[in-house]
């Protein structure tokens, strides 16, 4: 007969799957509410973001809004910092792992069994991190001083390789804060998210200044895109569109040639409008407060799942980021 010790060993695994995908509660699975579901539309895949309100924790969730995964960043390391100060979530293909933001405290790679495989300590981080292909991490800094750096390059060894500073190098008339709500605190340009490009190049989008800008890797401004009210998470498009969400007004907006036009202009009322991931087919996955939405090339929603209800004058608190997981 085998020792308790080993018995524990065997059916640990299962245990531990059981109980990260099953709600408190006659054992059911925990889901959220789908309000939209276009199958034929939709891109496969998972989706992951981090819930702020219930633990915290990092959550996978399958198109149905079932929880098929979860991990806890309740407690150390991850516990510290400001987990509602723009928290940010990026797949890893290569492993099939998790990139985490913990706002002014570190940014961590997380596996499936939970654990650790990489972490970088900082109080100078928030909002978005994207590992290179070359193994380094590009990370941004919202809650800035006008002294800081916007955006980090990071080797494996957490050594800076690779910074720039908007200081000095936008008109600085452009420069107003929202002045919708009250900020958490204070932040000179407010960088949420950085983009490296093919070519070396960096996007960085810059909140309190209304601008994306395209960065050389010797820091020069090659070109300037805006103003989009508290712009938020730009992409570049292959045929040289750039995509961001337009935060102050809460809808998606394309400036291309000079034209701007809407993308999405928000029937849902999905509020604040954050992040956007270009996914398969010309889809994009949306992230804001209570809502994840997927939507097609057109505009048109195709899934809409709501996480939180009834968050009131909480919902800035919600859903920061969501990614969509494609194995």
Known sequence: MPAVSTIARILFPFVAIAATVLAAGGGRAEQFKVLTSVPAKMTKGTTAFID?????????????????????????????????????????????????????????????????IRQHRTSKVSHDADMLPNGNILHTLGWDGNNDSQAVELDPAGKTVWSWQALGKLDESWRRMPGKGKERRPSYAHANAVVRLPNGDTLVSLRNFHRVVRVSPSGEVKMIWGPVPAVHEPNLMPDGAMVAS?????????????????????????????????????????????????????GHVVWHVKIYTGLGERAGNGVYKAVRVAK
Request: charged share 20%; hydrophobic share 40%; with cysteine.
């Open 246 to 298: 337009n935060h102050r007004e809460s809808i998606v907006v394309v400036l291309k040639d000079g034209k701007r036009t809407t993308l999405f202009d928000n029937p849902l009322r999905v509020e604040p409008m954050r992040t956007l991931q270009p996914v398969a087919s010309g889809n994009f996955l949306l992230t804001g407060g209570e809502d994840i939405v997927e939507i097609d090339g057109a």
């Open 52 to 116: 702020t309100l219930k633990g915290p924790r990092l959550l996978e969730i399958d198109s149905s809004g079932t929880v098929v995964w979860q991990c806890s960043l309740a407690m150390p390391p991850y516990a510290g910092g400001d987990i509602q100060s723009g928290a940010d979530v990026e797949w890893v293909p290569a492993n099939d792992s998790f990139l985490v933001v913990i706002p002014l405290h570190g940014i961590f790679q997380v596996d499936r069994k939970c654990g650790v």
